[in-house]
């Protein structure tokens, strides 16, 4: 493939393949990390969430025994080789939950509705990409910086790789383990194993974020020019897309913008193989400034934890990173507190 186009669109490719993928899980089998949550909290239904679940065991699984076979390279993704701070993921973590609570939808759960026809979403989208970059490497990224100054680093920062060293065993075996572990626990229902529509999107997303690894991988060892080993995440991509829709002659395409694209693309199929396709807008003042100040946290929130929903809570999490718990968890809290205001107003007695 690199003899015939560049990295740079070598790249876009991959990420815009992976994005199909999730488009289509997201309008097909109706994947939200939010709706799960939801779900869970004040329906009693565990559908989605055991279908999240499926995704995560699934990309852990693939993603491991892929770093097994020698077809990705994990250790050069930036949530095992970066610096991270555990204070920063944790408000981050908060920030977003709290945030995507409030707007109704992360940053990839807007793309897949904004796909639908959801113009309310392309809002979210905007101001949640500019928020992340503003505090990423815009004006107030040397007061994130100040904030967080400190930064855990010095060896892979991954739970397989700790257990790799505290065993002997290579990194793919307790890594595989854990992923099967997981993959057990969502499967362990009767019920859930007969809804063939979950079940399948669960594996769509699982196999989006492990080709992304081994796609990556394979254009970094073989093409010529420095490209990262990446998956996908919703966050700083929206901010790097507009830009690159306002700079595509003098900028490079990359992973980012294709996944933003294959989103679009997997959801807007998705819409119309349902026959959901149809134009919506916000025609409540109070609904729009919630969606907006739910995207700015969004915005801050991911940046902080390195990561969104699908960044941390799936790609992230499928290398085991020590990042992907705390993130994870925080995002759920912050999530339940904005789920709770929103529908009780935190109301007691």
């Known amino acids: 493939m690199i003899d015939w186009i560049d990295e740079s669109h070598a790249m876009a490719l991959v990420g815009c393949a992976g994005g199909l993928l999730l488009g289509l899980a997201a309008r097909l089998g109706r994947f939200c990390t939010l709706g799960a949550i939801e779900d869970v909290i004040y329906g009693g239904s565990w559908v989605r969430a055991r279908m999240w679940g499926v995704a995560l065991g699934g990309a852990i699984v693939l993603t491991f025994a892929a770093d097994g076979l020698g077809l990705a390279d994990p250790l050069r993704s930036i949530y095992l080789a970066g610096p991270w701070s ?5 408000l981050g973590g908060l920030l977003f939950g709290y945030g995507m609570a409030i707007a109704g939808n992360c940053g990839f759960g807007a793309l897949a509705r904004l796909g639908g026809g959801d113009l309310r979403s392309f809002v979210i989208l905007l101001v949640m990409g500019l928020s992340a970059f503003a505090v990423m490497s815009g004006p107030f990224a040397h007061v ?124 807007f199929a998705g819409s119309l193989l349902r026959g959901h396709f149809r134009w919506e807008a916000c025609e409540d003042p109070r609904e729009l400034r919630r969606q907006i100040g739910g995207a700015v946290l969004m915005g801050v929130g991911a940046v902080l934890a390195i990561g969104c929903s699908v960044g941390q809570g799936l790609s992230a999490a499928s290398v085991l990173a020590f990042s992907a718990p705390l993130a994870i968890l925080s995002i759920l809290a912050g999530a339940a507190i904005g789920l709770r205001q929103l529908i009780t107003g935190f109301q007691t007695g």
């Open 144 to 267: 994130r910086m100040a904030i967080f100054p400190g930064a855990t680093g010095g060896g892979p920062q991954g739970i397989a790789h700790a257990l790799s060293a505290a065993t002997g065993l290579a990194p793919v075996w307790p890594g595989i383990a854990i992923g099967l572990a997981i993959l057990g626990a969502a499967l362990w229902d009767r019920a859930f194993l007969r809804r063939g529509t979950a079940l399948a999107a669960g594996a769509a997303v699982a196999f989006a974020i492990a080709t992304a690894w081994i796609g990556t991988s394979w254009i970094a060892a073989n093409g010529f020019a420095a490209t990262p080993v990446v998956s996908h995440t919703f966050a700083a991509p929206l901010g790097g897309t507009m830009l690159w829709l306002m700079t595509a002659s003098g900028t490079s395409l990359n992973f980012g913008v294709g996944s933003v694209a294959g989103v679009l693309l997997g959801a």
């Open 86 to 90: 555990p204070a920063a993921v944790i």
